[in-house]
């Protein structure tokens, strides 16, 4: 197994920008398929990013595309995601996971549900 610990959330004005990491220790890093979800008050969780295991592959959410970027280093088994042109509405609490059967090209790493392995979250607050 894997486990993992965010760091980086914290408070910003909207427009700001926040760096959020991913810190992985067990299990091999490069086994997994690495995604970041968020999870708003009374509301589901839901997918934000998610990185193929070789780095070379990225996919987002519509309501972050072009403003987040999800990266990997293999090295220092790390999983980051740069979130900037921030919006009230990106408050939530940002959990890293790991998924280790899924696919980039698939829909199903969309879902929470493929993911074993969670982090126990960092708060992140975008004021208007």
């Known amino acids: 197994q894997v486990q993992l610990v965010e760091s980086g959330g914290g408070s910003v004005q909207a427009g700001g920008s926040l760096s959020l990491s991913c810190a992985a220790s067990g299990r091999s890093f490069t086994e997994y398929l690495m995604g970041w979800f968020r999870q708003a008050p009374g509301k589901e969780r839901e997918f934000v990013a998610a990185i193929s295991r070789s780095a070379l592959i990225t996919t987002y959410a519509d309501s972050v595309k072009g403003r987040f970027t999800i990266s990997r280093d293999n090295t220092k088994n790390r999983v980051a995601l740069q979130m900037n042109s921030l919006k009230p509405e990106d408050t939530a609490v940002y959990y890293c996971?790991?998924?280790?059967?899924?696919?980039?090209?698939?829909?199903?790493?969309?879902?929470?549900?493929?993911?074993?392995?969670w982090g126990q979250g960092t708060q992140v607050t975008v004021s208007s």
């Open positions: 996971a790991a998924d280790l059967r899924g696919r980039i090209d698939t829909d199903a790493i969309r879902t929470a549900s493929e993911y074993e392995y």
